[in-house]
């Protein structure tokens, strides 16, 4: 049983049936879904033995912000479907792990209710362009002014499937906090182009990370227009379904640019040998989607924090069963890929 | 679930089950039959970001013939027995849609009848040698001269299986349209030599195809021999079971002779992203068999017309997605190979 | 459906149970049982196209013994319990064929019986050495006089698996033929060694195969020691559970001494396919085991007839479909191995 | 079959569900559970042929002492849970049968009762550090003085996994015999390091073997560190779950130092053949876990033995079939690695 199992069985149970498909679905025939969870299982461990484990340390910092361990909330959208409180219960579960939370443009609280919530708390901004430029800069400006430490800029949603209806619908029930004024969830999703990119790092002194990469050339590009970090991910499957998985992406990418960029991965990632793998395939750290729901939609802000808790306690018991007490001792060697 | 997934469920409902499993269908154990659904998704998309995909562009030219998108219907036999105006009705629906149809032998319409039903169409005629010689070069004689832009020699049916009489009783429930005078559909059916190719292609002033290669070394041949293209196919899993599947053949035949002759490959293309994969490994363009027959069993024209729309819709997201605007933008690098 | 499937299910519905599992069974997990049947299907077909396939031809000799196809009988023991007729009727119907019949010592008519039933029929003797090398002599001499036209030596059961009494049990039902005086089927088995293997071939003119090899070094050193064929098998599974597959056994083999013997191959080949994948990785023929059984139990010599016709019949057809009129074309270009 | 599957069923309907659970469970998804019985499947056999195996030989000596087969008991835990006579009847059943029995710190009898039960037999005592490394020396005292002949270090379990607390509670129903005076089952586990292993081996005359290994660096430092031998083992999936398999970390352990230590395996073997190929690829000895539980649990010391004796049974039958006279004969060409 995963760390999130238990937590998506009783969400499964209270949520309305349409709701639950709307974080726990995805595109197409759904391969990519199903394969980011048997991507990090087809990798092995080579654990170490006899190393000095009696203290292990998953502390380490995200961009310059510290946090408890290498576990942050990837950016989903409206929080308010599952629980009432929304990202605000987010975002204080977070901060009591300590751990980052990466608040999303589609957020259903404004980005400065939830700072307010917990301030100080490790953050950073994830940034759709909706309706024009303008109204984007304007969001940057919004994140600077209230805390967030860095701006992650999602590049792989150039179009919204609208054959696929139930999203939208469920979206206006509730309210969207950062769409333009007078705009609805289906105003024109804007595709960027690099050139948008390097606008975007021109506005803002906060280091952006670009989120939604999985070639070694897209990420050397980035790099060179000015990105700080990248999040390695095919967007949990609800995008482009039959992609390559995350693990292999992330081997590729960080080999690429590791070593001028922070490299992030999402997809799949469960229990605390999945981290264990991903930081020995070169991340920096992980970002966690659908299990955050499940915690919030079971136990609010507390769900949330048991969520990152958990996890981070399978981290640390997976480290030490590899004998690694530190997360710079995470090498390539741990790891056996397919 | 397939842009065809609906259709083949209503059909499958509608039809007498020996009409379905006629269809429906392969040889042997059926493994070909499945295999080329799952080989499309054995293979792996890297899909690019940040390119601009404002205007996606599916148009192209098959054989100089102008198309709304590389998607064409293959040649399938006896369109009168899941709707009463057969062939016609699948001609309206393609050019309606503005996609090729590949007329077969076996049609239940006159190649006539089937061209001034959808004059101006994109169109291309699918030569079985039946009885003998003769005979087919009036076939393509008239084909010439009803506006057929392209003929389409299959050569992976040197033998029926006669020991299958499903397929011949169904057959003669209809009356086939292009068999010599007199014959029946157990007429002697002409296995075709490089030499017969050779004859076939000095008849006429149209480019000739190919359909029905997964060797290299035949391709070359035939190219030499003077064919303008290549349909890479197994025949839907009709004939031999247990070959090579079409995405493998299809990226040795188009490394062997992609820049000499236009390639397209069919058998179990379901998906926008089965297309850009297809594209990226060598194909011109892509032939669908099976759902267009459960489209016109569906609905007639209007059937055959939504299949081809919406796969040329999943087409032009699965671009999008991946960040190519342009049919030529679609590269080897697009894809993993498993 | 392969061609024995019908009779596999008639037969079991006909045989007792324990007669059933004697022939259907195997060792250990029944791993290597199952693993047989699915190797053949693991090799892809790359088909040849446009060749003059008006007539094809399966006829050629086994060792120079003409026959109809090379397709022969394996050697399997105690006929009598599913017909009571035995090895007469098996080799009624496989002379009725035109096709090749190796009797087994374990056989329940004596060979000279099974000669005189179908006199002149290609038709080789296997040899078990049960008791002292004297006993054996005598049954290669009356091999000789009565007609056996090649010797095969079985080398892989070294021991008989005494913890598994089902099979001694079923055959003290019947009365083996060519047991010593006063043996039972409990005597000693010897396990022979390339010395033993020198000295049987010193005995006789004929030529001798050797049947059970799986490693390309034991072939090389049983063609030095003066066998003309090899016989590549790992005895249905009955032997040892968990061996190489034959066709990869099959391909090594026939690569270090196919030029200098003759090599057969069995074990799951149930379609003209398999037939046309063993001969393109080297193998001269292809020996059939339970699919016999099958169609004896059935219908005694008119089954055995009719499932090596059906056989005949359906590797006629998959050279068609393949190309190859002649099984000199049978070439390693046609298989893609996994 | 397997030989101990037969103990196993009988063994799950008699213990209580809490016990067998204990005994045949595993880490996280218990995906290593399953897997350590299919990599040993992966493996392919290419038995030699005509080998003199009229005398087969499994007897030989494990780091000196002498034993019927290369075949030990694995160190598990609170034998008096599945049998009242615990360890005690497990000695008498391994000395009845010749084979080696490895005690483990965790037995609910004492090492010097264990020794008395079967004076003169083969047998190593694990060790585990509990409280302080004091009483670790006193317990290798104590092996020393009582008769065992080797000391098995086991290096894999830096920590208990606190989560799951189903193993102490059943370990408090019974008295573990190698504690701490005082100490309950819930005291502090000891993680080693090189440095501690390097005392351990100074305090001792006896051989001593490093048990948990996965790595072959690991294996190096540990015989620079002066031990004779190696236990390559991911600890039966009790530890770390996802780790590479055991027979693809013996081989590498095996090429880099099994010249220099003798090198032993446990996790999934349950066969002869299992056995075999463990010994082909480097293995001087195996070790055997559950099966023995499931022994002990059906009929005590008559179980116990009775699983030894099929097991090495089924090694000379699989060494027949293998035409492998004697253990030395099992070298690397027997096996195929997938």
């Keep these: 049983m995963t760390v999130a199992g238990d937590y998506e069985t009783v969400a499964r149970e ?3 049936p349409a709701v639950y498909d709307y974080f726990a679905g995805g595109a197409g025939d759904r391969f990519t879904v199903n394969d980011n969870l048997q991507a990090w299982q087809r990798i092995r461990l080579r654990p170490r033995v006899l190393r000095d484990v009696g203290v292990v340390d998953t502390r380490t910092a995200m961009l310059g912000a510290p946090v408890a361990a290498p576990i942050g909330i990837a950016p989903t959208a409206a929080h308010q479907l599952v629980h009432a409180d929304g990202e605000c219960a987010t975002a204080e579960g977070a901060a009591e792990a300590g751990m980052l939370y990466v608040v999303s443009t589609m957020a259903t609280c404004t980005m400065e209710d939830i700072a307010r919530t917990a301030p100080g708390a490790p953050r950073w901004f994830q940034l759709y362009v909706r309706g024009d430029l303008g109204h984007a800069r304007e969001l940057v400006r919004r994140a600077e002014e209230s805390g967030y430490s860095a701006l992650v800029v999602t590049v ?3 179009t919204l499937d609208e054959r696929d209806n139930g999203g939208p619908a469920l979206e206006q029930r509730v309210e969207l906090a950062h769409l333009p004024d007078g705009a609805d969830v289906s105003d024109r999703h804007v595709a960027l182009t690099f050139d948008d990119l390097a606008t975007i790092v021109s506005w803002t002194r906060l280091p952006v990370l670009v989120k939604g990469l999985l070639r070694a050339d897209d990420a050397a590009t980035c790099v060179r227009t000015g990105v700080a970090g990248i999040v390695v991910s095919n967007h949990g499957g609800y995008q482009l379904d039959g992609t390559v ?3 292999t992406a992330l081997a590729e990418i960080a ?4 070593d001028v ?4 991965v999402d997809g799949g990632i469960r229990r605390g040998i999945d981290i264990v793998k991903a930081l020995a395939l070169g991340a920096h750290g992980v970002l966690i989607g659908r299990p955050i729901i499940w915690g919030l939609a079971v136990a609010g802000a507390n769900g949330v ?6 996890l981070r306690a399978d981290l ?3 480290m030490k069963l590899c004998g690694v007490p530190t997360l710079s001792d995470l090498s390539a060697d741990l790891v056996v890929e397919p």
Excluded: N
Aim: aromatic content about 4%; overall charge negative; cysteine-free.
């Design 14 to 16: 209270r949520l309305q």
């Design 156 to 158: 792989d949603v150039p």
């Design 245 to 247: 998985d995350p693990p």
């Design 255 to 258: 080999s690429a640019v590791g």
């Design 261 to 264: 960029a922070e490299i992030y």
């Design 305 to 310: 924090r048991a969520v990152l808790e958990e």
């Design 316 to 318: 640390e018991l997976a």
